[in-house]
């Protein structure tokens, strides 16, 4: 795995001062405890974190447990006093309304189950190597969260006629010094056109598997965007501003972009929807098989605002396929769980591979578009295990 470069680290350089990472992203610094039991460090400050594939899926079958549930950090994670915050609506609004804690749990409540996936989830698989947290399988997640329905909140507030975008800004906040640079410290922030964040999916979550949410996870208030890349799950939320245009800020013009092409012109899009992928729990590269018994091969399968109604599963490496069941009714905005029977035929290393199609008819492409620069990774990936 590749060393971040000095680029990586100024970019996520909070306000203070940025300790170095020591080795590789991703490694514990020598003699130092893991930093969260069961993770895998991703950078240490601001603190990011992959859960290991072995642990994404809790013991209910479905969600994530929270303490293994990812964790994606652009700066320094904030201190809020609670006695102070309060969720400010404003902008392109007819009443520029706040809200406390205590307000928004007095609002109709929503519970939802929602995976959310790092838009850069996938990363270490690019080549040649990608700048960027050199994230693996588990940047990846589903959870049950408790919360307000955005739309609710905006209600209040009465969007003006007109009204394009609604940018969520979060407490967190550091200045991008390397080109290219922010004006100065920013907040982190992402804007949701407005008939987005009126659907029932998106949630304004103070609650997450049935617990409070945790500082990490974005206490005491954090949007899920159901459907879309966790870069739209901006947690530690503070202010909504409603705008009467589109918002082109840093988040999702310079980072979390990609290009889209009109004839030959390429165009500069802001990353949203999650696409179609499975990937393979039950077996990790280089595991050793016993060759001629039946075995199963297990994992899981999502795709954003659509179902993932399909999952094919190879065991020569793409040569040929089979379809596979999915454990539960496939429903969009969550993953599913899915296995099938293989039985390995020769000895010597065989790699593994699974691919979804969604309700839509999209599938994971065999390989990778270079104008989803290093986002939006779902190209098929495979697990290579040894049978013996």
């Known amino acids: 795995m590749n060393r971040p470069s000095r680029r990586d680290l100024l970019r996520a350089a909070p306000l203070a001062a940025v300790p170095l990472l020591a080795g590789r992203a991703g490694a514990q610094r020598p003699g130092e405890p893991p930093a969260f039991p069961g993770m895998t460090v991703r950078m240490h400050e601001p603190r990011n974190l992959e859960t290991p594939v072995a642990h994404l899926v809790g013991p209910d079958g479905k969600t994530t447990a929270t303490e293994h549930f990812y964790i994606r950090s652009h700066f320094a994670q904030p201190t ?15 009443t520029p309304t706040e809200f406390t804690l205590d307000d928004l749990k007095k609002l109709t409540a929503v519970k939802k189950g929602l995976t959310l996936e790092c838009a850069g989830n996938g990363r270490v698989f690019l080549t040649p190597a990608a700048r960027g947290l050199q994230w693996g399988f ?31 800004v979060g407490a967190d906040k550091g200045a991008i010094t390397a080109d290219p640079a922010s004006p100065g410290p920013i907040h982190y922030d992402r804007g949701i056109p407005l008939d987005k964040a009126v659907k029932p999916e998106c949630v304004l979550a103070w609650g997450m598997n049935g617990q409070p949410l945790t500082q990490a996870h974005g206490f005491p208030l954090r949007a899920v965007i159901g459907g879309w890349y966790g870069m739209a799950a901006v947690k530690w939320l503070t202010k909504i501003v409603v705008t009467d245009r589109p918002h082109h800020g840093f988040w999702q013009t310079f980072d ?25 729990t039950s077996h990790t ?19 954003g605002e659509s179902a993932a109604k399909a999952v094919e599963f190879s065991g020569d490496g793409g040569t040929t396929w089979v379809k596979v069941e999915l454990n ?61």
Not at 88 to 93: A, D, F, Q
Not at 144 to 167: H, R, Y
Not at 360 to 380: C, E, F, S, V
Request: hydrophobic content about 40%; overall charge positive.
């Open 328 to 388: 539960a009714k496939a429903e969009p905005f969550v993953w599913h769980p899915w296995s099938v029977k293989w039985t390995p035929k020769r000895t010597g290393p065989m790699k593994l591979l699974a691919r979804c199609t969604d309700a839509a008819g999209n599938t994971q492409p065999d390989k990778r578009d270079p104008d989803r620069r290093t986002y939006m990774i779902n190209h098929l990936i495979p697990v290579e295990v040894v049978v013996h």
């Open 138 to 168: 588990g940047g990846v997640g589903t959870a049950d969260w408790e919360g307000v329905a955005l739309a609710t909140v905006l209600e209040k507030a009465k969007p003006k006629q007109g009204a394009a975008d609604v940018v969520l």
């Open 256 to 280: 979390y972009s990609y290009f889209t092409r009109s004839g030959d012109l390429p165009m500069l899009t802001p990353v949203t929807k999650i696409q179609p992928k499975a990937i393979i």
């Open 285 to 303: 590269e280089g595991q050793r098989v016993a060759g001629g018994n039946e075995v199963t091969v297990s994992g899981l399968a999502w795709s």
């Open 80 to 94: 809020v006093d609670m006695k102070a915050w309060k969720l400010r609506v404003e902008g392109h609004v007819e």
